[in-house]
């Protein structure tokens, strides 16, 4: 806890300076506090993405991520009732700006999905999805977008399947407890976290304002983008050997 001694000069002046820094120190502490959340989700992103990196049977991701768009991750969608019912939970997407291959972000985003596509008896299931058109990430870039409308998308193949040709908006890969498929994406709601995004940026940004235009930047967050970037540059040489 932080704590001020304020002396009295007589004249006031010690009580305002006093004050002004303590004001000072409060605002910094609130902001830092505040990105608490925001970043925990950055870093929970990111395990996600390097677990999905590293799974043998994740090829189609890997190869395809030199030519992703942007890349949208949910570390943890939590299920509401059995079965049926809803599933909701945070969401970070990375944009890859095209002349220099590198990606920008997080954009901070909420999901709301259909339950019905988890396998029966599973409640939590994390999600990396390859935005593989301008349209899929112009769908992202709106305060509200809804999954199969706004933008198509399909189930990302896994193991055996991993040289299909997938023509779409968007493709998902789920895993809920190690097993692939727990979660249907399709006619999932995402809406901007706006409440996150000011916590994190310090100032109310729109998506355009951080993965196109970069007018915002959080050093935090320079690891998981440098290490996207990586990865992209390196499945692309491998690719071309």
Same mark, same amino acid.
């Given at each position: ?7 009295? %000069? ?63 991750? !949910?570390?943890?969608?939590?299920? !509401? ?33 259909? /339950? ?6 599973? /409640?939590?299931?994390?999600?990396? %999805? ?84 970069? /007018? ?20 692309? %040489? /491998?690719?071309?050997?």
């Amino acid at each position: 806890m932080l704590s001020t001694r304020i002396i009295s %000069t007589g004249t006031g002046r010690g009580w305002i300076a006093a004050l002004a820094v303590a004001s000072s120190l409060a605002f910094v502490s609130g902001h830092v506090s505040a990105q608490t959340d925001q970043q925990e989700l950055v870093n929970r992103a990111e395990t996600t993405f390097n677990t999905f990196l590293r799974d043998p049977d994740m090829t189609w991701l890997q190869r395809h991520l030199p030519d992703a768009k942007g890349v949208l991750i !949910a570390p943890q969608i939590v299920k !509401a009732g059995f079965i049926f019912g809803g599933a909701g939970g945070r969401a970070v997407l990375f944009a890859r700006d095209a002349a220099t291959g590198r990606f920008t972000g997080p954009a901070f985003y909420d999901i709301a999905a259909a /339950s019905v596509g988890f396998q029966a008896g599973v /409640s939590v299931s994390e999600t990396v %999805t390859l935005i593989m058109t301008e349209k899929g990430l112009n769908s992202l870039l709106a305060s509200t977008a809804k999954i199969g409308g706004d933008a198509s998308i399909a189930a990302g193949p896994v193991g055996s399947g991993a040289n299909a040709d997938i023509t779409t908006d968007l493709v998902a890969f789920s895993r809920a407890k190690g097993l692939y498929g727990g979660l249907n994406l399709e006619g999932s709601v995402i809406h901007v976290s706006d409440t996150f995004n000011r916590a994190y940026y310090g100032s109310a940004v729109l998506p355009p304002d951080i993965l196109i235009n970069a /007018s915002v930047h959080n050093p935090q967050s320079e690891h998981f983008a440098d290490a996207l970037s990586r990865e992209a540059s390196r499945q692309r %040489t /491998s690719s071309m050997r």
